[in-house]
Each structure stands twice: as structure tokens, then as C-alpha cells.
């Protein structure tokens, strides 16, 4: 119940804003920072809870933001039906990534997982079927209305919602038996083992959960902003993205979610 | 003599990436932090130093001597106020928080103001030695920057290294390092050598700013790489080992140069940082990361 009165929350106060500032320049950067906050309360889950450290995250939210991108405007499929695919490709391209990598933990993780987003961004500013070093544009976006009022409004609700499920996912997920393993394994990893928790399973279910979430948070940036800057998977981005979760608390879904929007209207004020 | 040039451009690279990974893991071993700022000391070197010089028409040595001590003082009170405060105040904090992020947070805080105060395009800091790069062994071309910056290595690394090994305040270090609570009760002023050595590489740091900046040129974003890869370098030495981070420093820059001259100069980054991957996920004791940040 608990969770549900969480999404319910995110969902209201976001729905709220959404119709009242939709179609002002706030709007647009509340938006904004909800498509960050996606992602951020996915990184709730796998840094600041289960403290996997991982620093991966902007390379999925690039994935999912490029997948978008490509699906649009080459193959001309709407953002809204690119998505769903996006999230299959992403879930498949971290489960084979996260059986690598999720080998290593602590230090060896991190740094591992550190050049992941130095070889995305040296790939994507490289490759110019992506648009090279200035980034992606799309043609549609995720709600296909006839004026730019319901164009700015539908992808601020769809936006809404796609948090809302994320928060419920990842809030169900924490208050579960699996929240408790997660827990003990962050902790205390030998111990979550001798205690019949299957570590290495865990290890990598907890890679793919954030990577997927950072990807549908790439997909909405993408379907929401028509544009998919070559930076959004460099490390600069990656830090951008732990400094909201760090700042809203890191074991908390709702405060990553709130760290979001608080460093994102900041960067957006001061622009 | 291909080789021989990209092996003396990546040794000027390199000696960049081991002096700041020196800096991040000496300051690790005193204060089990990690300096996620230290490449924003070195843009705010080379930027102020631009600043003053350029803009405001500055003498050069006036002006190296106000940005070191702007400099100094900064990294100074930052840690008399926020670092302590973080670590030993009422709420102090522990764990990732503040591994990463007191000094990462310093990082974002000093690129905004550098935004602010030296905007968006690329500077340098006016070249130390200027001229036509010197040809050695008849076909070896070296910058004249670049002899500086192999220079400054060397006598910092050096000085480090003395310092650390053959003075008592080195070995104090050490032992902050090893068991600071210990060292506390052996009376070592464990908060004084933090705040010494946090200044200290914020200045070096500094330094290498505005004598490797003619090489490459800085932007008030410059800092968060240059603090990246002395961090990767610094975590091949297991952030406690100034030594082995120097030495991981100066391979990570040669393998840059050759990959870039031979394989791609497009890709060579994203090779370079592909293989290093992979090294850390094939042989991660023997590369030191046995240590895991935790939570």
C-alpha cells in the first residue's frame, strides 16, 4: 500500500504541475528533470540501496534516448512504439553486458563500469549515423498532438506516468523479500551469500533493473525533448546523474526523484 | 620514428594523467576521500591565469602568484568547513557519500563559477617556454610545454616520493592512511595532514594546469576529465599506492598515443578505454582492486 500511495503521490503532484505550467518554459524543464528522475530512482534502487556502484547508467539512458532517436526518424516508427522495443533491446544488451561486468564487484565494478560511459561517448561523438559530436534529432514526439500546447502537455503526462510506474516498480521491489536481499548483499555480500541468497543472480538482476530504468528514462528524454545530445551518455552526465541522487538521498526512490527536479530546475534557472 | 614521437607525445600525456593520479591517491591514503576536483584546480589554474594575464593585462608572474594562492586558500577553507564538517561534524557522514561526494559536489560548485567567471571557449594560460618544438636525435620532435610538463613531473613525483618515504611527516601520512583512529592515538594530527595535503595537490594541480595548458588548451568543463582519468589511473595503483598510480598514469598515456597513431585516431580513446576494461575485469587482484568502496 505503502508504494502505491508513493506512485500515487509522484503521480498527482506531477499531473498538477504538468497542466498548470505545461506550456511554460517551467514545464518544460519539469519534464525534463522527470525523465532524469526515472532514471535516478532506478539508481535508488541499485547504488543507493543495494549499493552496487556502478557508474553505467548514462550509457542506458543514451541507449534508450539514440535507440528512440534511430527508430523515429529512419524507420519512421512514433516515439511512443519505439519505446516499448528500446526497453526489450536495452534488457537484452544489459543482461549480456551484466553477466560480464556484474563478475567483479566493489572497486573492480566501479571502474569497469566507469570506462563504459568514456567508450560511449567516445563511439556516439564519433559515429555519424548518430549525428556525430552534435547529437540526434527526432521527427515525432511521444504524444502526437496537432498543436504544440497538447504536444508539451500529453508528453508531460506521459512523462508522469511513466514515473509513476517506475516509482511503484521500484518501491514494491524495496519493500519485498528481494528488497531484503538486495539489502544484505549491499551490506554485507558474504554474509547475503550464507544466508541463501543466490548473489551472483542478484548481482546481475540489479544491473539489468537500473539499466532498463535509465534506458525508459533515455526513451522519454528522447520522445520529450526531439533531441538527443551526443553528451547525454559522457561522463559528465554520469555525474550529473549521481549528484541528483546524492542530493535528494540515495536510499530513498522518492528523494532521488526529488533530487532530479531540484538539481534540474537549479540548472535550469541559472541557464 | 613514428614510435619514437608517439612514445614521447604519450610520455607528456601520461606525466599529466600520474601527477593528478599521485594527487588522488595521496590524498586518498590520508583521508580515504577521493579527490573528484583535483582537474578543476588545474582549470582554475590555467583559466585564472589566462584571466588575469590576457583580460586584465597582469604581469605573468603576478599573476601565476595570485591564482596558486586563490588557489590555496580555497582548497584551504574548503576543508576547514565543508570536509570537516562532513566527516567530523554533528551529522558526520560515511561510506560512498563521502568517498564521492563532497569533493564532487567541489567539482560541479568550481565549474559553475569558472562558467561565470571565464565563460565558454577554449583558453591557456600563456606558454612558459615559447617557441618552435626542439628536434632531438635528428627526427624526435618534443613541445617545449611538453618538456615542462615532463619536467614538473619529475620533480614532483620526486619530491612526493622523498617526502612520503624518508621524512617523518610521510610516515605519518602512512599511518593516517593505514588506521587513523591509531595514528589519532599515536598523536598525529590526522586533520592537519588532510588539510596539507588537500591544499597541497590543489596547488600541483594548479601548477600542471597552467604549464600543460598551451598543449591543450581548457575549458571550464576541462576539469571533470582530467580529474576522470587521474581517477582511473589512481584506481589501477588501488588509490593507496601513489607509486603504482604514477606508473599506470604514464602506460595509460603511451598506450593512448600509440593506439591513436596506429590503430585510429578516432577510436583510440574508446579502445584504450575498452582494453582497460577489460584488464580490470580479467585480472582484478592482481591489479590492486582488490578493495571494494562501500557503501
Known amino acids: 500500500m505503502r508504494s502505491l500511495r508513493l506512485a500515487g503521490l509522484v503521480v498527482v503532484a506531477g499531473v498538477v504541475v504538468v497542466v498548470v505550467f505545461g506550456q511554460q518554459y517551467v514545464g518544460s524543464v519539469f519534464v525534463l528533470a522527470l525523465c532524469y528522475g526515472i532514471v535516478t530512482a532506478g539508481m535508488a534502487v541499485q547504488i543507493g540501496f543495494s549499493q552496487q556502484i556502478v557508474f553505467s547508467q548514462c550509457v542506458f539512458m543514451g541507449f534508450g534516448a539514440y535507440g528512440v532517436a534511430m527508430l523515429n526518424t529512419h524507420y519512421g516508427l512514433p516515439s511512443l512504439l519505439a519505446t516499448p522495443v528500446v526497453m526489450a533491446a536495452s534488457g537484452l544488451a544489459a543482461l549480456l553486458l551484466g553477466s560480464v561486468v556484474t563478475r567483479a564487484s566493489g572497486l573492480a565494478l566501479a571502474v569497469a563500469t566507469l570506462m563504459l560511459p568514456l567508450i560511449a561517448v567516445g563511439y556516439v561523438s564519433s559515429a555519424g549515423y548518430l549525428g556525430g559530436s552534435v547529437g540526434a534529432p527526432l521527427t515525432g514526439s511521444l504524444w502526437p498532438g496537432s498543436s504544440t500546447q497538447s504536444i508539451a502537455v500529453g508528453n508531460g503526462l506521459i512523462t508522469v506516468a511513466v514515473l509513476g510506474l517506475v516509482v511503484l516498480a521500484a518501491s514494491r521491489i524495496l519493500s519485498s523479500d528481494i528488497g531484503l536481499e538486495l539489502y544484505v548483499l549491499g551490506v554485507d555480500e558474504p554474509t547475503a551469500a ?28 528522447a520522445g520529450t525533448q526531439l533531441f538527443v545530445p551526443a553528451t547525454l551518455a559522457s561522463p559528465t552526465a554520469e555525474l550529473a546523474l549521481l549528484m541528483m541522487l546524492f542530493v535528494g538521498g540515495r536510499r530513498s526512490v522518492l528523494g532521488a526523484v526529488a533530487g532530479a527536479v531540484a538539481i534540474q530546475y537549479l540548472s535550469g534557472a541559472s541557464s | 620514428m613514428k614510435f619514437g614521437n608517439l612514445v614521447i607525445a604519450g610520455l607528456v600525456t601520461g606525466s599529466i594523467y600520474a601527477v593528478f593520479a599521485v594527487c588522488v591517491s595521496v590524498w586518498y591514503r590520508v583521508s580515504n576521500i577521493l579527490n573528484l576536483a583535483v582537474g578543476d584546480f588545474a582549470m582554475l ?100 610545454a611538453g618538456i615542462l610538463v615532463l619536467a614538473c613531473a619529475v620533480i614532483c613525483g620526486s619530491m612526493f ?16 592512511g593505514e588506521n587513523p583512529l591509531g595514528a589519532r592515538i599515536a598523536g598525529i594530527d590526522t586533520r592537519r595532514y588532510r588539510r596539507i595535503i588537500f591544499t597541497g595537490t590543489a596547488v600541483l594541480a594548479a601548477v600542471f594546469g597552467i604549464v ?14 582530467i580529474s576522470l582519468t587521474g ?3 589512481a584506481a589501477y595503483g588501488g588509490f593507496r599506492q601513489p607509486g603504482r598510480a604514477l606508473l599506470a598514469g604514464l ?45
Open chain 1, 194 to 221: 550464507a544466508m541463501g541468497v543466490r548473489t551472483p543472480r542478484r548481482r546481475l538482476e540489479l544491473f539489468v533493473l537500473g539499466s532498463v530504468f535509465a534506458a525508459l528514462g533515455g526513451a522519454v528524454y
Open chain 2, 212 to 225: 600543460e595548458s598551451p598543449i591543450t588548451g581548457y575549458t571550464y568543463l576541462s576539469g571533470a576529465t
Open chain 2, 161 to 176: 616520493w622523498l617526502y612520503i618515504s624518508r621524512t617523518l611527516g610521510g610516515k605519518a601520512i602512512q599511518a593516517c
Open chain 2, 251 to 295: 602506460a595509460i598515456g603511451i598506450t593512448e598515443a600509440l593506439l591513436g597513431g596506429y590503430v585510429s585516431a578516432e577510436y583510440g580513446d574508446t579502445v584504450l578505454y575498452a582494453i582497460l576494461a577489460a584488464l580490470v575485469l580479467a585480472w582484478p587482484r592482481a591489479l590492486g582492486f582488490g578493495s571494494a568502496v562501500s557503501g
Open chain 2, 45 to 144: 589554474g590555467a583559466l585564472g591565469v589566462d584571466d588575469l594575464v590576457r583580460v586584465r593585462n597582469w604581469p605573468l608572474p603576478a599573476a601565476i602568484a595570485v591564482t596558486l594562492v586563490t588557489v590555496a586558500a580555497f582548497g584551504y577553507v574548503y576543508d576547514r568547513v565543508v570536509l570537516r564538517l562532513a566527516t567530523e561534524g554533528r551529522s558526520a557522514q560515511e561510506g560512498i557519500v563521502v568517498t564521492f561526494f563532497f569533493t564532487f559536489a567541489l567539482s560541479f560548485f568550481i565549474d559553475g563559477v569558472a562558467r561565470v567567471l571565464f565563460g565558454t571557449d577554449v583558453h591557456a594560460a600563456p606558454a612558459l617556454w615559447s617557441g618552435r618544438s626542439l628536434t632531438v636525435l635528428s627526427s624526435l620532435h618534443v613541445e617545449r
Open chain 2, 231 to 233: 581517477f582511473i589511473a
